[in-house]
Structures are given as structure tokens and as C-alpha cells.
């Protein structure tokens, strides 16, 4: 059994066990956090419908917090002088996902 969930603006396939890197999400490594399913699969059964997908919960343990890797942005204009450098590094959250219940 799997799930697409929403996780910080995007869609994740999770399934039990899975360690999965999202955006920062607040909680404290160690607490749990619930994900909004869009879609299950289970076997041969996909389940689409929103009113069976409320009932749905996919539950995930923060296991740590961390800065993903820099990005350099470096713009730069050929015979006038113009340089910019900035650069960006996302906040992350690795989460495990424990278990996915259904609402039968």
C-alpha cells in the first residue's frame, strides 16, 4: 500500500517506512505530523475519491532538521559592470512515515 500525499506545496508517493525530505515543516524531531493523502493505492485498488480520502491518515515522525545544499546565483551583464551573487540554501525536514490508515 502507498499514498500521494501533500507535503509543503508538492505531492509525495509514501508508503510505511518510507524516510522522506520535505519542506520545513514546525515540530520538534521526534513529534509526529499528519499528511493530507490525495490518492491510495492499495493492490489493485486506487482510491481517488475525497470523501474516502478524508478519512485517510498518513502519519509521520520528524527525525531531523537541516539546510539543503547552496545554490549560487550569479547574474552578470558582458561590458557594463554589472555583477550580482547571491546565494540560497532551502530549509528541509526529513520525516518517516509510520503508518497509513484507512477509514474502513
Known sequence: MYAIVRAGGRQEKVAVGDVVVLD??????????????????????????????????????????????????????NKTGYRRRQGYRSELTTVKVNDIKTGK
Open 24 to 77: 520545513r515543516v514546525a515540530g520538534e524531531p521526534g513529534s509526529s505530523i499528519a499528511l493530507p493523502a490525495l490518492l491510495l493505492v492499495d493492490g489493485a485498488v486506487v482510491t481517488t475519491d475525497a470523501s474516502v480520502l478524508a478519512k485517510v491518515s498518513v502519519t509521520a515522525e520528524i527525525v531531523d532538521h537541516h539546510r539543503g545544499p547552496k545554490i549560487d546565483i550569479l547574474k552578470y551583464k
